[in-house]
Structures are given as C-alpha cells and as structure tokens.
Nanobody, 120 residues
Framework: QVQLVESGGGLVQAGGSLRLSCAVS????????MGWYLQAPGKQRDLVATISNGGSTNYADSVKGRFTISRDNAKNTVSLQMNSLKPEDTAVYYC??????????????WGQGTQVTVSS
C-alpha cells in the first residue's frame, strides 16, 4: 500500500517560513501527480499546490508568490516551501499522491497531516 508521511510542520511567527516534506513509499510506480492540501477546523480540505511528474504546478490564489512546491522523483518526495506565512495559513497540511489517467484520478492517497500554526 502506498504510504505518505509528512514532516516539517510547526509553530512560526507571521512572516516566517517553513518547509514541509512528504516521503512516499510502497507501490509508487504509477504515481504521477502530487500535492499539498490544507484543512482548517470545521472546513473542507482545500488545494494548496500540486505538481505533476513533468513539473507542471498549480497553486491556490492565496499562496501564489509565497509558496513553492517541488518534487524529487528519484527520492519519491514532495516538498512545500512556505514563505511570508500568515495567520490564515494555520491549518493541518496533508500530502496527496495520485495516479491520473485520461485526466481521471484512478488512485488517491493521503498522508496523516502535519500541523502548521502561524502566530500573529
């Protein structure tokens, strides 16, 4: 089974930075799309950033210019560099891995999440 383990969350002051990392293990050979999502208490899980095997990226409007997603295919890791953090960024951040074919999500995996707290 594909497993995702996040790390790098923590407490930071507004304006600070964090770098989240996600290690993917198991049957990863078909994974071709990865990303980060956030979920605040009482709210739905929302997209932060995604990246394809080819390097194409997609960002939520709220994080454009502040966050950068990257991946290392050889190491099966995906990272999220978070700069200029704001209190509204506070949430649990979840790593996501997908196998997409024909623009359809065929397999979908989630990590357990890592807490990011930004103080004002």
């Amino acid at each position: 089974q594909v497993q995702l383990v996040e790390s790098g969350g923590g407490l930071v002051q507004a304006g600070g930075s964090l770098r989240l990392s996600c290690a993917v293990s198991g049957g990863t050979y078909k994974i071709n799309h990865m990303g980060w999502y956030l979920q605040a208490p009482g709210k739905q899980r929302d997209l932060v950033a995604t990246i394809s095997n080819g390097g194409s990226t997609n960002y939520a409007d709220s994080v454009k210019g502040r966050f950068t997603i990257s991946r290392d295919n050889a190491k099966n890791t995906v990272s999220l560099q978070m700069n200029s953090l704001k209190p509204e960024d506070t949430a649990v951040y979840y790593c996501n891995a997908q196998y997409r074919s024909g623009n359809i999500v065929r397999e979908n995996y989630w990590g357990q999440g890592t807490q990011v707290t930004v103080s004002s």
